[in-house]
């Protein structure tokens, strides 16, 4: 038997239906960069000139609006932040909360609720992309997310190269494909850092193996950003490095990811 849909779920599926592309950034262990994937990829689609959307997902650990600079923000209405001549819109649960050092003590069922929420009562408008960061693993937010979202162009799975994070990102790669979200692809981040005083390059996280388990997994890879420190500085400055005018292969590599998603979703 169908369920019925609730209010919320119809206003869910008109927003989303105004959406052309949707980008699902995800990963099976915390830590590895999804949310600076995230507000990267954002960033640099609207910079490009796209009406861009990014929804923070991770209910636990948002990082969105730090990232964006706008951490402390509180919204009186659901239109979300806007950046970059209202390109990119922004939104996080944080902005409708109280303290941000309050942590969120909720049940399931809550959760799917403002999920739900974030995508069904703001008001995002027409749009290009929704990016959603999610948080780490397969649980209440990744699944309401792949139900709710409606038609979307698929996940972006973020690891970092060494053999215990790739098992966890494998297990995206398999909750995507079961909840038939399609793979857009693996990007293999903090992957080898190139000394700027020596030039040496060390693999603090060993390298290749996201491209590797790509491969075996029979999805794209779509690229590896080294370790570089201006990327943590420009996360805690607010303002995402692909909006830097840095030239090296950190740089290059961010921008090649959101080119190729610009070339897999357009096409
Ligand atoms: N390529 C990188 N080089 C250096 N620091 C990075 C890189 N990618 C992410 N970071 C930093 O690592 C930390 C964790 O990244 P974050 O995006 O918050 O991970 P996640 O969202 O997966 O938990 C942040 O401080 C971020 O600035
Ligand atoms: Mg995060």
Known sequence: MQKQMSELDLRVKSNMEKIKHKIVVMSGKGGVGKSTVSTNIAYGLALKGYKVGIVDADLHGPN????????????PTFEPISLLDGNLKV?????FLGSSDDPII??????????NQLLGDVIW??????????????GDEPLTIAQSIGKADGSVIVTTP???????????VKFSRLVNLPILGVVENMSGFVCPHCGERIDIF???????AANELGVEFLGKIPMNPSIVNAGD??????????????H????????????????
Do not use: H
Not at 91 to 95: H, I, K
Not at 237 to 250: D, L, T, V
């Open 91 to 95: 939104v996080s649960l944080s902005f």
């Open 162 to 172: 060494q053999d215990v994070a790739i098992l966890d990102s494998r297990k995206s």
């Open 237 to 250: 400055s607010g303002k995402p490095y692909i909006a830097s005018e840095e030239k090296n292969a950190a």
């Open 64 to 75: 969105v609006a730090l990232m964006l600079g706008q951490e402390g923000k509180k919204l």
């Open 252 to 267: 290059d590599a961010i921008n090649d990811i959101i080119n190729k998603l610009v070339e897999k979703t357009q096409k």
């Open 206 to 212: 060993k390298t290749g193996g996201g491209e590797k």
């Open 125 to 138: 408008g027409e749009l290009d992309y929704l990016v959603v960061d999610l948080p780490p693993g397969t």
């Open 106 to 115: 909720w049940r399931g069922p809550a959760k799917i609720g403002a999920i």
